[in-house]
Structure formats: structure tokens, C-alpha cells
């Protein structure tokens, strides 16, 4: 069974910075790529950062390049989103997500991912 635990989101002011969890049973991180996904109110999800955890290979949106980062612990099968020079307009739901390849996050097709309950970001002006 498919199962992905996440955590850390929180409440921070514009400028700071918050770590994303996201623990996979071994099943779903063998499943090759892992990453999050976010969802503002009103907006479509969307694929926010990737990463093959099989190998190398990371996807990020535009929009978060360059601030946020994400990596694995292969032992621990978790995922990390080390999310800095926060935004107001990151405020969002937050989904860990997996899936065979990292597709989904190129094209927006997300009928085969596996979800996590998500966590919410919030950020403040």
C-alpha cells in the first residue's frame, strides 16, 4: 500500500525560510521519482519540485527556482523541500507526491501520482 507522510509546513513571515518533510513507505520510494506539489485557494495544483530517487535528476517551477531545494535520504526513504526567501504568494497546501517518472510535474498530468494529506504553508507581508 501506497503511503506518504508529510511535515513541516508552518507559518513564517516573507524572507524566511521552512523545511518540508516527506516519509515513503519502501514500496513508493522505489517508485523513481518523488516530489510536492502545492495548491493556493481558488488555484490549480501545481507541480512545484522533483527528484528521481533512483538516481540524479531534479525538476523545479520557475517560480521557486533558485530558492527552494529539494534532496533525498535514500535510508531513511524520505524526501526533503528546503524552502527559503519565502513569498506570500508561496502560501499554499502542500502535497508530497510519487510516481514512476517525473512526468506529472513536466505536464501538469497527474492521474497516476500517489499523495500524500498534504501540509500547509503559510506566509505573511
Known amino acids: 500500500q501506497v503511503q506518504l507522510v508529510e511535515s513541516g509546513g508552518g507559518s513564517v513571515q516573507a524572507g524566511g525560510s521552512l523545511r518540508l518533510s516527506c516519509a515513503a513507505s519502501?514500496?513508493?520510494?522505489?517508485?523513481?521519482?518523488m516530489g510536492w506539489f502545492r495548491q493556493a485557494p481558488g488555484k490549480e495544483r501545481e507541480g512545484v519540485a522533483a527528484?528521481?530517487?533512483?538516481?540524479?535528476?531534479?525538476y523545479y517551477a520557475d517560480s521557486v527556482k533558485g530558492r527552494f531545494t529539494i534532496s533525498q535520504d535514500n535510508a531513511k526513504n524520505t524526501v526533503y523541500l528546503e524552502m527559503n526567501s519565502l513569498k506570500p504568494e508561496d502560501t499554499a497546501m502542500y502535497y508530497c507526491?510519487?510516481?514512476?517518472?517525473?512526468?506529472?510535474?513536466?505536464?501538469?498530468?497527474?492521474?497516476?501520482?500517489?499523495w500524500g494529506q498534504g501540509t500547509q504553508v503559510t506566509v505573511s507581508s
Open positions: 507526491a510519487a510516481d514512476r517518472s517525473c512526468r506529472a510535474w513536466y505536464t501538469g498530468d497527474r492521474a497516476q501520482l500517489s
Open positions: 519502501s514500496w513508493t520510494y522505489s517508485s523513481n521519482c
Open positions: 527528484i528521481y530517487t533512483g538516481g540524479v535528476g531534479t
